[in-house]
């Protein structure tokens, strides 16, 4: 089972937690992520700064990468170094990038040089790097998202249909309102959303409950689940804040819309890390 938490930074309230720099936490659900592995060839400082600086720049162009890390989906870049020529006060660096797939067949090449000065050399920052990684990252951006809609390395060709159930904990009208803010955000991340539980593969309960009131502001916790089509839960989230009494009566239409997109992040990481065969798509009522 997948469990994530949610916590509430200002000022982003509901916010979960993106990750920190788990590959499978995607903001584009649709396109595995990254794990850019350290470089052959290079002194670890060196390594760690070009790897950091290429999954920064995979990032940028909203794929999900890191330097640790990996799932089920995960692709693999990695680098082999060699020195490429040098002068009094510089030395060319030559990488050969081979990008991999979770089962290690080959997705593509590339090549990229770079002079560095002796000190940045010695004791190089991501920013040295940060020319170098943006061409990598753009070359083997076009290969992602080309193998995807090819269907070529990327196991999830499509997101499942999903059903969203009535909120519970609240009165009908809050519900209702709560429970079409997540369907409209989850329609915008290309979750196919049904309005009935026949054809769902998976389906999204919530249930909010309300703390005390404290000086004018009431805790409000929202616990969303991901289940199967035949109710085993695959995964839940947890969101919490103190939201004033006024917002929670009057303005709740837009609270709701910054639970659901909030939330939404959430249920789109749970699904990215399941299994094909977590989620058949039999009937199921309730």
Not at 101 to 129: A, V
Not at 221 to 226: D, K, M, P, Y
Request: aromatic share 6%; glycine share 8%; proline share 7%.
């Amino acid at each position: 089972m997948v469990g994530l938490s949610a916590c509430q930074p200002v000022p982003a309230p509901f916010a979960h937690p993106s990750g920190t720099g788990d590959p499978s936490v995607a903001n584009r659900p649709d396109i595995a992520g990254v794990t850019v592995n350290p470089i052959a060839g290079l002194t670890k400082i060196q390594s760690d700064a070009l790897s950091r600086a290429v999954a920064d720049a995979f990032i940028k162009l909203e794929i999900p990468a890191a330097t640790s890390g990996a799932n089920k989906r995960s692709q693999f870049l990695e680098g082999f170094a060699f020195t490429d020529g040098t002068s009094r006060d510089r030395t060319g660096v030559r990488i050969l990038w081979r990008l991999t797939d979770s089962q290690g067949n080959l997705i593509g090449k590339y090549q990229s040089s770079k002079f560095l000065g002796r000190g940045n050399l010695k004791n190089p920052t991501p920013e040295n790097y940060s020319d170098t990684a943006k061409r990598t990252a753009r070359h083997f951006a076009r290969l992602i998202l080309r193998t995807r809609l090819e269907g070529v390395a990327a196991p999830i060709s499509a997101l499942p249909p999903l059903h969203v159930w009535p909120v519970d904990g609240i009165d009908e009208d809050r519900s209702a309102v709560l429970k079409s803010a997540m369907e409209q955000t989850l329609k915008f991340r290309k979750f196919p959303v049904l309005k009935g539980l026949d054809g769902a593969a998976l389906i999204i309960t919530g249930a909010v409950s309300l703390g005390p009131v404290r000086q004018g502001r009431q805790p409000i916790t929202i616990s969303w689940a991901v289940l199967n089509a035949s109710g085993k839960q695959l995964g839940k989230l947890d969101q919490k804040n103190a939201v004033s009494v006024s917002t929670i009566k009057n303005n709740w239409q837009l609270l709701s819309q910054v639970i659901a997109k909030n939330a939404a992040g959430g249920v789109s990481e749970i699904v990215n890390r399941l299994p094909l065969n977590s989620f058949p798509q039999d009937k199921k009522t309730r």
